[in-house]
């Protein structure tokens, strides 16, 4: 269970990943399922919608519960994603990134350097070679 504390009273539980329950005005806030639907485009102001919060009121709830903002959140599951998609397949980046959600290449490209450390390319090389050194080593 995950709970948000302010002044030391809890303020909002979340009994799963995927919804948040304000306790002061017992409200549901249904944060989609990530996991499920991370290649969908899910928009803050889609979530918002839903929630019936203000878009301030749901991000601060969002990121008191799970310590980074929507977007974050969205963006690590995508790269999750993309990382279990560029080992276990052959499919090219652009397809990678297209399949995870990320409408454009070059931005998945730069998204991933900037979290992995390398490039796609240069991700799915060091797995391959990791496969290769392993396969020689049994």
């Given amino acids: 269970c995950y709970s948000v504390k302010r002044d030391g009273e809890i303020v909002a539980e979340a009994s799963s990943v995927w919804a948040l329950l304000d306790t002061k005005n017992n409200k549901l806030v249904r944060v989609s399922d990530f996991e499920s639907n991370y290649s969908e485009d899910i928009s803050i102001e889609r979530l918002v919608d ?64 900037k979290q992995k450390g390398v490039s796609p390319s240069e991700y799915r090389k060091m797995l391959q070679g990791e496969a290769i050194a392993n396969s020689s080593n049994e």
């Fill in 50 to 113: 839903i929630s019936h919060y203000s878009q301030r009121h749901f991000i601060r709830l969002f990121s008191d519960a799970y310590h980074v903002s929507p977007q974050k959140y969205l963006t690590s599951i995508r790269l999750r994603h993309a990382c279990t998609i560029l080992k276990d397949t052959d499919l090219s980046v652009t397809e990678t990134a297209m399949y995870c959600g990320f409408g454009d290449p070059n931005y998945f490209s730069r998204i991933f350097k």
